[in-house]
C-alpha cells in the first residue's frame, strides 16, 4: 500500500500542485512530463481496483440504416432482404460472415466495411441487439393505426427521437436523461466531486444531464480550460496571472462571486483533468486520426487516469453524426461504417491493453433505423433497428431481442418496411443501468415505462447480453 502511494500521484496533490501561479504551474508542468516514464507506469496496471466500471455511450445521430449493418446471409430470409432493399441490398459475397450462437442455422453477415465488428462479435467480446426502439408499451401494427395506443412523441422526428433515446421517457420531453439520473444515484462511489463523472467528447447533452449532475465537456485533445491559460508563452503567462487575479479576489456582490467561483472552478477542473491526462503515455494500441477514433482514445486516457482522478464510476458520451442517409446510403455508409467498425477496434484493443475490457462497456444508440425499401438512393425514417454492444462484460458473439424477417407487409411492417420494434429501448438500457450498479429497486425512478415490458423482481435479466 505504502508502495502504491509513492507511485500514484493522487488528485489531492495535483490541486495544491496546480493552484500556484500560472509562471509556476508551467514549470510544474514540464517536470511532470519528464517524470511521465515511470509516474505514468502505475497508472494503467493492474493495481487498479476492480470495482470500477464505465459506460461508453455512441450516437449514431441521423438515423443509422442499420439493417444495411446486421443482414441475414442466406436462405428465404435473404431472399427477402435482397427484393426488399433492392438497389441498396449487399450481395451474400460481400458480407462478413458471423455466426451468432443462437442463429439456429440461419445465416448471417455484417457490412464489409466492418471488419473489426466481425472480429469482435466472433471472439465474443460484441453483441447486436434487435429491432430495438423507443416504446411506452409493447405495440403492434394494428395499435399504432388504431389512434388510442400509447405511442412515442414526435415518432420519426430526429429531434424528438434523439432526445428520447437519452431521456428513457418517450411519454414526455424531459429535461434529463438516463445516463444523468444514473449519476444522481451513484455518483457519491466517486471521490472526485470536482469534476463531473459524466464525460462528453460531443458538448451539452440531454443523456449525462441528471437533477444534480451534468456533463463535464472535453475534446478528442483533452480539457477545453480557459483560452490561453497557462502556455509556454509570456503573453499567455501574464494573461494567466491576470486571470488568477480576478478569480482569486472576494466579491460583496452575491452575483459576481457565484459567477467567479463557477468560473474558478472550471479552472481548477481544467487543470486537474489536464493533469491527470497529460501522465498517461501513449498507448501501444495505434489510432486512426479519424475525429471518432481520436475521441476513444481520449476515452481511453481517462479511463487510464481514474484512480489519479479518483473515479470509481464515469459515464462517456460521443456524438458520431451524419447518418440521415435519404441520398447516397452505399457510398457514405461504406464509409462511415468503416471509420466506427475501426475505431470501436482501436478502443477494445487499448482496453485489452491496459487491463479494463471487463470494466467498460460501449454500447451504440439511433434516432431510428431507415426503412427498408429504397427512396431511389437512400432510404427513410423508420423505428425499430439493430443496437450493438462492446466489451469483455458482454456475452458476445450472438443477436440478443429478435431479428425480423425483412420481407415487406408482415406483421411488424407499418408500410415501405418501417418496423414496430419488438425490444424496447428500456431493456436496452435497464440491463447496462443493472450491470453498472443501479439496484433493481431504483431502475423504474430511471426508467419510467419499464414495467411495461420488464418485472424487476424476476429473478433473469430483461435480455440477457450482459454478464452480471
Known amino acids: 500500500m505504502e508502495e502504491k502511494k509513492k507511485n500514484i500521484l493522487s488528485r489531492r496533490r495535483f490541486?495544491?500542485?496546480t493552484s500556484c501561479a500560472a509562471v509556476g504551474y508551467t514549470t510544474l508542468l514540464s517536470s511532470l512530463l519528464n517524470l511521465k516514464a515511470f509516474e505514468a507506469a502505475a497508472v494503467g496496471c493492474s493495481e487498479q481496483p476492480d470495482n470500477y466500471k464505465a459506460l461508453v455511450c455512441v450516437l449514431l445521430s441521423g438515423g443509422a440504416d442499420s439493417y444495411n449493418m446486421l443482414m441475414p446471409r442466406g436462405g428465404i430470409a435473404f431472399d427477402d432482404y435482397l427484393t426488399t432493399r433492392s438497389n441498396l441490398a449487399i450481395p451474400a459475397s460481400s458480407m462478413l460472415q458471423i455466426d451468432p450462437a443462437s442463429a439456429a442455422g440461419q445465416l448471417y453477415g455484417v457490412h464489409p466495411s466492418m471488419p473489426e465488428i466481425q472480429t469482435m462479435f466472433q471472439s465474443g467480446r460484441l453483441a447486436f441487439i434487435s429491432n430495438v426502439g423507443t416504446l411506452i408499451q409493447p405495440t403492434t401494427v394494428q395499435q399504432f393505426y388504431s389512434g388510442g395506443h400509447p405511442l412515442p412523441l414526435g415518432l420519426f422526428s430526429h429531434s424528438d427521437q434523439i432526445q428520447q433515446w437519452q431521456t428513457g421517457r418517450p411519454h414526455e420531453r424531459s429535461a434529463t436523461g438516463w445516463g444523468g439520473r444514473i449519476s444522481d444515484l451513484i455518483n457519491s462511489m466517486n471521490t472526485n466531486q470536482n469534476i463531473s463523472m459524466n464525460i462528453s467528447l460531443s458538448g451539452t447533452n440531454v443523456f449525462q444531464r441528471g437533477a444534480s449532475s451534468i456533463e463535464y465537456a472535453i475534446t478528442n485533445q483533452g480539457s477545453v480550460g480557459i483560452n490561453g491559460y497557462t502556455q509556454d508563452w509570456l503573453p499567455d503567462i501574464i494573461r494567466s496571472q491576470a486571470i488568477d487575479n480576478m478569480l482569486d479576489a472576494s466579491y460583496v456582490d452575491i452575483y459576481k462571486s457565484t459567477y467567479m467561483n463557477t468560473i474558478k472552478q472550471s479552472r481548477d477542473s481544467g487543470i486537474e483533468f489536464q493533469a491527470a491526462i497529460d501522465m498517461i503515455p501513449e498507448f501501444n494500441q495505434p489510432f486512426s486520426e479519424s475525429y471518432l477514433s481520436q475521441s476513444f482514445r481520449m476515452i481511453a486516457k481517462t479511463i487510464a487516469a481514474r484512480e489519479i482522478l479518483g473515479f470509481e464510476r464515469q459515464i462517456f458520451f460521443v456524438n458520431y453524426g451524419g447518418w440521415d442517409h435519404h441520398d447516397e446510403l452505399l457510398n457514405n455508409q461504406a464509409a462511415m461504417l468503416s471509420d466506427l467498425s475501426r475505431a470501436l477496434g482501436d478502443f477494445n484493443g487499448v482496453?485489452?491493453?491496459?487491463?479494463?475490457?471487463?470494466?467498460?462497456?460501449?454500447?451504440?444508440i439511433s434516432d431510428f433505423a431507415r426503412t427498408l425499401t429504397s427512396n431511389g438512393n437512400g432510404t427513410d425514417h423508420a423505428w425499430g433497428g439493430n443496437a450493438m454492444v462492446m466489451g469483455g462484460a458482454v456475452n458476445g458473439g450472438d443477436?440478443?431481442?429478435?431479428?425480423?424477417?425483412?420481407?415487406?407487409?408482415?406483421?411488424?411492417?407499418?408500410?415501405?418496411?418501417?418496423?414496430?420494434?419488438?425490444?424496447?429501448?428500456?431493456?436496452?438500457?435497464?440491463?447496462l443501468a443493472l450491470w453498472f450498479g443501479v439496484q433493481p429497486s431504483e431502475l423504474n425512478e430511471i426508467l419510467p415505462n419499464l414495467s411495461n415490458f420488464y418485472d424487476t423482481n424476476s429473478p433473469g435479466l430483461p435480455l440477457g447480453f450482459l454478464n452480471i
Open 15 to 17: 490541486i495544491g500542485q
Open 351 to 364: 482496453m485489452n491493453e491496459i487491463g479494463t475490457a471487463e470494466n467498460v462497456t460501449t454500447f451504440t
Open 399 to 431: 443477436i440478443f431481442g429478435n431479428y425480423p424477417s425483412l420481407a415487406l407487409g408482415t406483421s411488424l411492417d407499418l408500410s415501405d418496411g418501417a418496423l414496430v420494434p419488438t425490444t424496447s429501448a428500456d431493456e436496452y438500457m435497464a440491463e
